[in-house]
């Protein structure tokens, strides 16, 4: 058993922030990142994938984001490298490939159970995040659907799917990139379902006013006012340059959701039929905490309340990084500096 102050599960972006946080509150601390290497879900993603913001405003606390040579928004392979050299930059002490399993309380202290042994903490700070566990509806007939069924997660490049006939569920912006992104592919006949028609953002819109967005509703909650609504009032899809590339040239035509899956592709309600070879289901996460349930804090809707990142039932337990519940913005990169500060101030406090 090693003991320290504080445990932070996760060393993606949320995970790091924490940490730059920790150690100018001089706590002793430690990361424990279930990847192999630095760079958190920003190493798993598709391809195409662009930042909804400039490099200048997609930034942890402490160091600017680079710009990238030629590109206004920065792709994830040079999100990975931001990350791995900020956590190289700060000295944060992350120990890789270590899974945490399980949380429990032990006495005053919360031991946490990890690949890389047993630990002892004062305080825990859980940033897991949610690409580890996607989320797929339940449509009928897929048990019996031959061909190709992955999430988002699994999605790289048109390439892959060159001749073939693809469904793509979701009117999120994972859906609608990977829907331009195979669209723009001559060898991929796409069909796009959504649950709604499309909500596109102004193209003016990035990730800049979204963070504004987020952090007002937060502010008009915390001070009992009207809710503005946050990012969700403004639509749905940001026009990032290849989405907004593919809707303007008519490439990006929706369907209504399916009714269910045959044995070679989907079906609606009124009995008409497309073929498909695969279904790629950009059709969101949901938050990893598993590691917690031996704490029992999780609620009905899967979260655990919180008050600010702490968790109500659990003092010693701050969670970052899950969506605006654990902060306004937390779950983007610009946005998970300031609960990360104040996690850290919170548990210098508790910790006297």
Excluded: K
């Amino acid at each position: 058993m090693t003991a320290t102050d504080v445990v932070v599960i996760g060393g993606g972006q949320a995970g790091l922030a924490v940490g730059y946080h920790l150690r100018r509150q001089n706590l002793d601390f430690v990361i424990l990142d279930a990847q192999s290497a630095g760079g958190g879900a920003w190493q798993h993603t598709w391809d195409s994938l662009r930042l909804f913001s400039p490099a200048g405003f997609s930034s942890l606390p402490g160091r600017l984001m680079p710009v990238q040579p030629g590109q206004e928004y920065p792709d994830a392979e040079h999100v990975v490298d931001y990350l791995r050299d900020y956590e190289q930059r700060y000295s944060l002490p992350v120990h890789r490939p270590a899974e945490v399993r399980a949380v429990r309380r032990d006495g005053t202290r919360l031991r946490v159970e990890s690949d890389a042994g047993p630990w002892s903490a004062r305080a825990v700070v859980s940033t897991t995040g949610t690409w580890g566990r996607p989320f797929l509806p339940a449509v009928p007939g897929r048990e019996r659907f031959t061909g190709r069924g992955l999430h988002t997660t699994g999605y790289r490049r048109p390439s892959d799917f060159a001749g073939q006939r693809v469904v793509v569920v979701g009117g999120g912006n994972s859906g609608a990139q990977i829907a331009a992104d195979l669209a723009a592919h001559d060898e991929v006949d796409l069909t796009w379902v959504t649950r709604r028609p499309p909500r596109f953002l102004a193209d003016a819109v990035d990730g800049r006013a979204l963070f504004d967005a987020a952090t007002a509703r937060r502010r008009a909650l915390d001070e009992g006012r009207t809710d503005t609504g946050g990012v969700a009032s403004l639509g749905d899809i940001v026009a990032v340059p290849p989405v907004r590339a593919a809707r303007d040239a008519g490439l990006l035509r929706v369907r209504p959701m399916f009714a269910s899956l045959t044995e070679d592709g989907v079906e609606w309600a009124d009995g008409t039929r497309a073929p498909a070879s695969a279904v790629i289901w950009c059709t969101g996460f949901r938050p990893a905490l598993s590691h917690l349930a031996p704490l029992g804090l999780r609620g009905r809707s899967g979260h655990v309340a919180t008050r600010g990142t702490r968790a109500v039932d659990e003092p010693r337990l701050h969670l970052l990084g899950y969506g605006d519940w654990t902060g306004p913005a937390s779950a983007t990169l610009i946005g998970v500096g300031r609960p990360a500060r104040d996690a850290a101030r919170e548990i210098a406090a508790l910790l006297g």
